[in-house]
């Protein structure tokens, strides 16, 4: 039998890593679990108690409630997870912009990292997972046997993360993504806890002309080198 292993995936925001993530997953009947999702849960959950405004976020009732915080991987088949939030299907609301504003102000926060990250580790504690997110290969799964970072031309990620949200019923303009990608890229490398790197031992793989099932055959090759 071979060994399940385990795969992260880290990277910059709207590369991709999701979709890779869970068309990997899929071909390898793995299970897949996307931490960033688990970050945008806390954040709507935070949004939703009027925990968070443009002039403060109330960082004490954020981290109190962690308890009550029951975020879950539903699968709904075909390979597709759908995330709920206290049973609730959030799938679609947690992708929105208001939701990305803010998202990255939560997950600075320490004690929601750890918090998420000890969540994390359990569910792979067994291998035969692929995650992904921003710290996954640097402080969720150090010893991962695959480490991918993705990334791809800021423009083309503007381009993928709009095409995404009007798909969903979503009406921003094309610069309104832009500027919030440009924000979320420069607090995810910036924060003090878990900031997102681009670990020594990880392949870089850039997707910006790759189609889907390209980057997941280039993946899968790599898996195999690992068997």
């Known amino acids: 039998m071979k060994k399940k292993l385990t795969i992260a995936i880290d990277g910059w925001s709207s590369c991709g890593k999701s979709t890779l993530a869970s068309d990997l997953a899929k071909a390898l009947d793995y299970i897949y679990v996307d931490s960033g999702a688990m970050y945008r849960c806390v954040t709507l959950f935070a949004l939703r108690n009027n925990w968070v405004s443009k002039d403060e976020i109330q960082t004490d009732k954020i981290i109190s409630s962690l308890p009550e915080i029951n975020i879950s991987f539903m699968h709904s088949g075909e390979g597709v997870y759908k995330v709920c939030l206290n049973n609730e299907n959030v799938d ?43 710290d996954i290969g640097s402080v969720v799964f150090p010893n991962a046997e695959l480490k991918i970072f993705l990334t791809a031309e800021p423009k083309i990620r503007a381009q993928r993360r709009f095409n995404e949200l009007k798909s969903k019923g979503q009406n921003p303009t094309l610069k309104e993504v832009e500027v919030n990608l440009k924000l979320r890229d420069q607090a995810d490398a910036t924060r003090e806890t878990s900031p997102l790197v681009q670990t020594e031992d990880a392949i870089v793989l850039d997707n910006s002309y790759l189609s889907r099932e390209e980057q997941l055959q280039k993946v899968l090759k790599w898996v195999e080198k690992l068997d």
């Open 92 to 134: 679609d609301e947690i992708r929105s912009l208001h939701v990305s504003n803010a998202v990255s102000s939560i997950a600075k926060i320490k004690e929601v990292r750890e918090h998420l990250v000890s969540i994390q580790r359990k569910l792979g504690e067994n291998g035969g997972v692929v995650m992904d997110g921003r």
